[in-house]
């Protein structure tokens, strides 16, 4: 069945970067656009970032245009987010999406991102 795996996680400070990745299986990868969220303790799901399936339109969240980059390759059935000069308030889960024409294929688990000092 269609999976989702987010990995690259973890615990940076203020000003850090990380990169994320979202490795997908048991879909055709490449006929989907991929989209990034995130959800904060107490906050609703928001969108951050996404890119269509052949990785040539990508569009961002307000707060995060400038510093987050998502890009894919459809070679590895991956997406990945850059995050760069991470602040405090990027804290959250993230989660990535496969979804066509808004009919959603899969999400994925989630990958914990804390950003302190």
């Known amino acids: 069945q269609a999976q989702l795996v987010e990995s690259g996680g973890g615990l940076v400070q203020p000003g850090g970067s990380l990169r994320l990745s979202c490795a997908a299986s048991g879909f055709i990868f490449s006929s989907y656009a991929m989209y990034w969220y995130r959800q904060a303790p107490g906050n609703e799901r928001e969108l951050v970032a996404s890119?269509?399936?052949?990785?040539?339109?990508?569009n961002y969240a307000d707060p995060v245009k400038g510093r987050f980059t998502i890009s894919r390759d459809n070679a590895k059935n991956t997406v990945y987010l850059q995050m760069n000069s991470l602040k405090p308030e990027d804290t959250a889960v993230y989660y990535c999406k496969a979804a066509n024409r808004g009919n959603v294929r899969a999400w994925g688990q989630g990958t914990q991102v804390t950003v302190s000092s």
């Open positions: 890119v269509t399936s052949g990785g040539g339109i990508t």
